[in-house]
């Protein structure tokens, strides 16, 4: 099981900004370029949904409900990854959820991997 460490989120109006970083201090950086690192959320009754992925060699995928608007980036060096998440709306309002992995999991399913303790998005008027 990987620690990871969350922070950032919190209370945006529509149309704002906020960013979420994660790292995984305890891992040596080799093994942390070994993983996939992603963010996914989940609303309230809903289940939990991909947001953003990223590899070691920074290939990206996004889920569609935020492509152009959130941007996922990666800092090897610093074992740290972060989501960039412009004009926000009120259906992006969740906890979200960090995560590393190594297996890619099916399509519309949740990776096999370690998960961090989630933050809460909220974007309200």
């Known amino acids: 099981q990987v620690q990871l460490e969350e922070s950032g989120g919190g209370l945006a109006q529509p149309g704002g900004s906020l960013t979420l970083s994660c790292r995984a201090p305890?891992?040596?950086?080799?093994?942390?370029?070994?993983?996939?690192m992603g963010w996914y959320r989940q609303a309230p009754g809903k289940q939990r949904e991909l947001v953003a992925t990223?590899?070691?060699?920074?290939?990206?995928y996004y889920g569609d409900s935020v492509k152009g608007r959130f941007t996922i980036s990666r800092d090897n060096s610093r074992k740290r990854v972060t989501l960039q998440m412009n004009s926000l709306k009120p259906e992006d309002t969740a906890d979200y959820y960090c995560?590393?992995?190594?297996?890619?999991?099916?399509?519309?399913?949740?990776?096999?991997?370690?998960w961090g303790q989630g933050t809460q998005v909220t974007v309200s008027s």
């Open positions: 995560t590393v992995y190594r297996d890619v999991p099916p399509p519309g399913g949740v990776p096999e991997g370690s």
């Open positions: 305890r891992l040596i950086t080799s093994v942390f370029n070994s993983y996939i």
């Open positions: 990223i590899t070691y060699n920074r290939i990206t």
